[in-house]
């Protein structure tokens, strides 16, 4: 039997938070802020966000999976320097 993939979606929430970690950030205001996440996003540095409601104001999540290889490619970039 064929072993079904399950893909996991993350809140703007918790990417601020994962973000923010992977940058150093530390104690009470850990979250990345948005306008860097967006920034980041504008130069194609950080994956972009899928929506999923309509408008300007919809429901956005981002896949784990394009999260951690970014991850990945932070470490690789901060370790080769």
């Known amino acids: 039997?064929?072993?079904?993939?399950v893909t996991k979606y993350l809140r703007i929430n918790e990417?601020?938070?994962i973000a923010g970690e992977?940058?150093?950030r530390?104690?009470?205001?850990?979250?990345?802020?948005?306008?860097?996440l967006y920034y980041w996003m504008q130069k194609n540095t950080f994956p972009k966000p899928i929506k999923l409601g309509p408008?300007?104001?919809g429901t956005v999540v981002?896949?784990?999976s394009d999260i951690d290889e970014?991850?990945?490619?932070?470490?690789k970039a901060?370790?080769?320097?």
Do not use: E, F
């Open 62 to 64: 981002w896949n784990k």
């Open 70 to 75: 970014w991850i990945k490619t932070r470490k």
């Open 26 to 36: 530390k104690g009470k205001d850990i979250n990345l802020p948005l306008s860097t």
């Open 78 to 81: 901060t370790y080769s320097q």
């Open 22 to 24: 992977v940058t150093g």
């Open 15 to 17: 990417v601020r938070k």
């Open 55 to 57: 408008g300007k104001n």
């Open 1 to 5: 039997m064929a072993t079904k993939k």
